[in-house]
């Protein structure tokens, strides 16, 4: 009997035995674009025979261990032609590949449809990436391509409408969308109030946007993650390439250095259709400029370093009596090191710059604010295994809040110089990310970041009764400032507050079948800036101000669940989610509040709460000449400050009131389709539902004036948006065999030429002395043609 039970045991020692010494080794390298030498993103690797594969990472690398064989591997991105290569594994290799572009195939290659099912396998949700090309392709207004419009498209991405900066991202606020470029954080996303955003197309390799289920590698901001990445800038050859528009021209040159070993990238934005306003007796001036930069350096195949830059700014004056200048500038120096086949390592040191300028010649004075902060960053990708990847590294900001210095423009102004008082800060985090798959129905994302924020010593600091700056008036029922019952003078190393968050973050998916999964994600994340600003959408005057003694950090708690489904062997493919957000601390301002040069901001600001849940849809075209999206959001967006004890009444007597950025119904399609070699046309279709807003509800006469009165918060709406935008692109035949390529794009943006309100106001009719609603829009139907150049 003895014999009979012992042989499972001696079945599974064999079975173990032969399991884990079975040889295995592991294949890495590096992917790059053939013609540039350019490191490529997100690539996949796969091995359809074991149904496993990888991507690339954010500098072109990958690593896959498989058991010792023969293999056909598969490689493939999106735009580019596919490599099936027979490999014999018997020993670690290290081999790089290099892709062609779709543009320059002579035949389609067709690849296995296992590849197109990895990604139904990835835990990674909430997450839409859109290609430099479709970006391009997609019209805006006034001929532009742009990124921040480009994402509005979007399912669950709004904006406040237009000329309206920033975006929202899940009815959250625009201040809570983490915005970074080659790593470096961008405070301000936009050119001329919103009509445009600070980044180049023809710059620009990759662009991915978080909207859940956000990695531990990031924090800071609780509603999104906008990740974009510049060119490296071509190693083979010297690259030219920019266009002509209507209100703006660019221009970008890229080549190497050295050969194969290192590149340059520097281009170059400008406005120029204020040069234009003085053949119409116009003093007003607006434009803007903006140079982006960039290094890169190959010492051998285990380093490479990276020196990158952006420089942008905005003038606005009318005459010369008011000048308003603003603007980002940041700089990074990264370096990758391979310490082996599975551990990679980059090292990234980020300076980034918000400023902003103000002259007021008429009343004889001058203002500047902004914020800095100096970045370190050590971060390692550990490939323990296909089924098992560790992300993890460390994360410290240093942050200086200038919130505004006014000086006397001249002599005579009568202006005394005075400084706001600044503000300094410390956040630093370390995390980690763990990639599983289970088995090969379930995979798993799960990781944690443990963040902590120190707000430091500054030059003076209010101290109030009880801890309380704002103060409650039981006769009159309103918050009023409350006045400091001493000052003190902390020294710069001293704490004022500290706050520590542990942010959990786990995704999860499960595959039905080969082309069906069901996703979920869990999110925590703490946001520790805060900014200041009482409109919509944000101006350039608005000023970040940091967690401390009277302002708490916000905490999100995001939950997600979605179907993903490849229709017709990726054809097609369908996204579906619904989420819901809470957020503790989101901050809201007294009535009456006085945001503009307060020294003393948390005097208006109390401690509030905000939620957003909504059902997402994303049905993608992916191939063949017609292409394209439908998305359709269903959403709602909402926040609340109740009062502090019984005897408060809170802000909108502690009722949930919408957000600005609540829009119930969101539809956007977008359509291309490329009739020829010659000709291609796309189109997009976007509906919204009105913004929330205030209207009065009646008014009462004082001193001969009426004085309008208002409910509660944002109960009313503006008028339902939407608007048709059109554009064909035309490539002449002879640019065929030409080194000097060029096209044509001709855009109508809103076609029908829709009469949308930004705001409506109500007045006197000055001729019947009736109350009238007023309705202010910003565009009709605006053409306009951009001529690019390639060579």
């Known amino acids: 009997m003895g014999k009979i039970t012992s042989l499972p045991f001696y079945l599974l020692i064999l079975f173990s035995t032969n399991l884990f010494s079975q040889e295995r080794f592991t294949l890495s390298g590096t992917i790059t674009e053939i013609a540039s030498n350019e490191t490529l ?29 023969s293999y056909e591997l598969h490689i493939s991105s999106l735009g580019y032609q596919d490599i099936i290569q027979t490999i014999d594994l018997s020993y670690d290799q290290k081999i790089n590949f290099q892709l062609l572009e779709d543009a320059e195939q002579l035949e389609e290659v067709v690849v296995t449809e296992d590849i197109e099912k990895l990604n139904i396998r990835k835990p990674q949700m909430s997450v839409n990436s859109l290609s ?20 509005l498209l979007l399912p669950g991405v709004s904006n406040a409408g237009e000329g309206a900066s920033g975006f929202n991202v899940r009815g959250g606020a625009v201040d809570q969308n983490l915005i970074l470029l080659d790593e470096a954080t961008i405070f301000n996303s936009s050119h001329l109030f919103g009509f445009f955003s600070v980044f180049n197309p023809d710059a620009i390799k990759d662009v991915k946007l978080f909207k859940g289920g956000i990695p531990s590698r990031y924090g800071g901001r609780v509603s999104s993650v906008l990740e974009i990445f510049q060119k490296e800038g071509n190693s083979k050859e010297l690259k030219v390439n920019g266009g002509i528009g209507a209100v703006a021209s660019r221009l970008l040159a890229e080549g190497p250095i050295i050969r194969d070993k290192a590149a340059f990238l520097i281009g170059g934005r400008a406005s120029y259709a204020h040069l234009f306003l003085p053949l119409f007796d116009i003093d007003n001036t607006a434009y803007f400029y903006d140079l982006n930069t960039k290094l890169n350096f190959k010492l051998n195949e285990s380093n490479n370093i990276f020196f990158s830059g952006y420089f942008g700014r905005d003038v606005f004056s009318i005459s010369e009596s008011f000048v308003n200048t603003y603007g980002n500038a940041v700089l990074n120096f990264r370096w990758n090191h391979l310490f082996s086949d599975k551990l990679f390592s980059n090292l990234s040191l980020i300076y980034s710059d918000y400023y902003y300028g103000l002259k007021l010649d008429f009343v004889g004075f001058k203002w500047n604010s902004g914020i800095q902060n100096f970045n370190l960053k050590y971060d390692f990708k550990h490939y323990l295994s296909n089924n098992f990847q560790v992300n993890y590294g460390i994360n410290n900001i240093y942050y200086r809040f200038n919130p505004g210095k006014i000086e006397p423009s001249d002599s005579e102004s009568g202006i005394i110089e005075n400084q706001l008082i600044q503000k300094y800060a410390n956040e630093f985090a370390v995390y ?11 995979s798993l994302q799960y990781g944690l970041r443990l963040s902590n924020f120190i707000r430091l010593g500054q030059d003076e600091l209010n101290v109030y009764e009880n801890d309380n700056p704002v103060s409650f008036d039981p006769v009159l029922q309103i918050y009023k400032e409350a006045d400091p019952i001493d000052v003190i003078y902390p020294e710069r190393r001293e704490q004022l507050a500290t706050y520590t968050n542990l942010e959990p973050r786990i995704a999860l998916a499960y595959s039905l079948d080969a082309n069906n999964s069901i996703k979920a994600s869990y999110t925590r994340l703490a946001q520790y800036l805060h900014l200041i600003s009482n409109t919509s959408s944000p101006t350039p005057l608005d000023v970040w101000t940091p967690s401390g003694p009277f302002i708490k950090p916000q905490l999100l708690d995001q939950y997600a669940l979605g179907y993903f489904k490849n229709l017709k062997e990726g054809d097609y493919s369908l996204e579906t989610e619904i989420f819901y957000k809470d957020i ?15 020294d003393a901001i948390e005097q208006v600001i109390l401690n509030g709460e905000a939620r957003a849940y909504g059902f997402e849809l994303l049905l993608r075209k992916n191939r063949d000449r017609f292409q394209g999206w439908l998305a359709y959001t269903l959403s709602k967006s909402e926040q609340r400050t109740p009062g502090r004890n019984a005897s408060e ?9 919408n957000t600005p950025y609540d829009k119930t119904h969101d539809v956007s399609l977008y359509v291309n389709y490329e009739l020829n070699e010659k000709w291609s046309f796309n ?18 006469e004082f001193q001969n004036l009426a004085v309008p009165y208002y409910g509660l918060r944002n109960k009313e709406r503006l008028p339902a948006y939407h608007r048709i935008d059109f554009s064909a692109t035309l490539t002449p035949r002879k640019n065929k065999g030409r080194k000097l390529k060029a096209e044509w794009v001709f855009s109508i943006y809103n076609l029908y030429n829709r009469r949308n309100a930004a705001s409506i106001g109500f007045s006197r009719n000055g001729d019947t002395g009736v109350n009238e609603a007023v309705r202010t829009s910003i565009f009709g139907l605006v053409p306009a043609a951009t001529y690019n150049i390639k060579f």
């Open 584 to 598: 503790q601390n989101r901050i809201d301002y007294i009535d009456g509040a006085n945001l503009i040069a307060n």
């Open 132 to 151: 430099v090309e479709t970006i391009k392709k997609i019209p805006v207004i006034l001929g532009e391509a742009d990124i921040i419009k480009s994402i």
């Open 41 to 69: 993103i997100g690539v996949t690797v796969a091995v359809p025979a074991l149904s496993t594969g990888v991507i690339t990472n954010e500098y072109g690398f990958y690593s896959i261990t498989l058991p010792k064989g």
């Open 649 to 657: 009444t809170g802000i909108n007597s502690g009722s949930w009131y």
């Open 432 to 442: 980690v990310d763990v990639e599983q798959n289970i088995t090969e129905k379930l």
């Open 683 to 700: 189109s997009n279709f976007v509906f919204q539902t009105g913004q929330p807003t205030n209207y009065p509800i009646g008014q009462f």
